[in-house]
């Protein structure tokens, strides 16, 4: 089974960045539609809107994986204690279980990278420890 780590790592990448960029669509495009409804332009809202969608956009391409990803993981950690943590101790109260989720995925692409499925411009694939033929063994 470990043989097919860098390739599931990509799958859920992809589909973690695709459910992130339906947030993000959802606040500046109006789809689907939100039922918080549409952010003002430049608010608070909005920008998290943008990061949702370029960000999501970034990872599901597989472009710039780290970084983005390094960001989203913070961006969510702000977004559960700003909008979150202060409506109680327990995620199921407070309704933050998908930021907390998000964060925690989010650094996870930061440190093992974007997997087998990527562009071939990348100049972090040789390094990635989920590549085969990689020197380095995970344990």
């Known amino acids: ?14 589909v973690v960045a695709l459910l992130f960029l339906e947030h993000g669509s959802a606040k500046l495009l109006g789809f689907p539609t939100s039922p ?14 943008l990061i ?6 970034s990872l599901a391409l597989g472009l710039f994986t780290r970084p983005v990803a390094f960001i989203l993981s ?13 409506k109680g101790l327990f995620l199921l109260v407070n309704g933050g279980d998908a930021a907390i989720l998000y ?20 100049t972090d694939a040789r390094r990635s ?11």
């Open 1 to 14: 089974m470990e043989k097919y780590a860098p390739e599931m790592l990509s799958v859920v990448r992809i």
């Open 36 to 49: 918080h409804g549409e952010p003002a332009f430049m608010t608070l809202m909005w920008i998290q809107g």
């Open 52 to 57: 949702e969608f370029a960000g999501g956009a």
């Open 74 to 86: 913070g961006n969510m950690a702000v977004a559960y204690f700003m909008g979150h943590a202060s």
């Open 103 to 122: 964060c925690f995925i989010f650094l996870l692409f930061f440190v093992a990278g974007p997997g087998a499925v990527e562009p071939r411009c990348r």
């Open 129 to 139: 420890p989920w590549r085969s033929g990689s020197t380095r063994q995970l344990r």
